[in-house]
């Protein structure tokens, strides 16, 4: 019943930056935490930033003083700001978003970022 939908993946140099957006749409009222996570070739997939409904954020180690996680809570869009581009950070960035109450998982189609020179 929510659906979310990517953009702003694309092909930046090292020390670049991107960001992403992320828009949610149909049943979004009960929508709580929102994020993105990324997943590279060979690995599992993993925690990139969240944000929470009261504006608390967390962030991976490897991401801190880099990326910035926003939201736009009448829109219910999610942001990822991206600086100072590494070629680690090449994946495939996927938005997620958690229901309040029943704590249900929802997930984008993921938007592809390639760091390199």
């Known amino acids: 019943q929510v659906q979310l939908v990517e953009s702003g993946g694309g092909l930046a140099q090292p020390g670049g930056s991107l960001r992403l957006s992320c828009d949610a749409s149909g049943n979004i009222f009960s929508l709580n935490t929102m994020g993105w996570y990324r997943q590279a070739p060979g690995k599992q997939r993993e925690l990139v930033a969240v944000i929470f409904s009261g504006g608390n954020t967390n962030y991976a180690d490897s991401v801190k003083g880099r990326f910035t996680i926003s939201r736009d809570m009448p829109k219910n869009t999610v942001y990822l700001q991206m600086n100072s581009l590494k070629p680690e950070d090449t994946a495939v960035y996927y938005c997620?978003?958690?229901?309040?109450?029943?704590?249900?998982?929802?997930w984008g189609q993921g938007t592809q970022v390639t760091v390199s020179s």
């Open positions: 997620y978003a958690q229901t309040q109450i029943s704590r249900l998982n929802y």
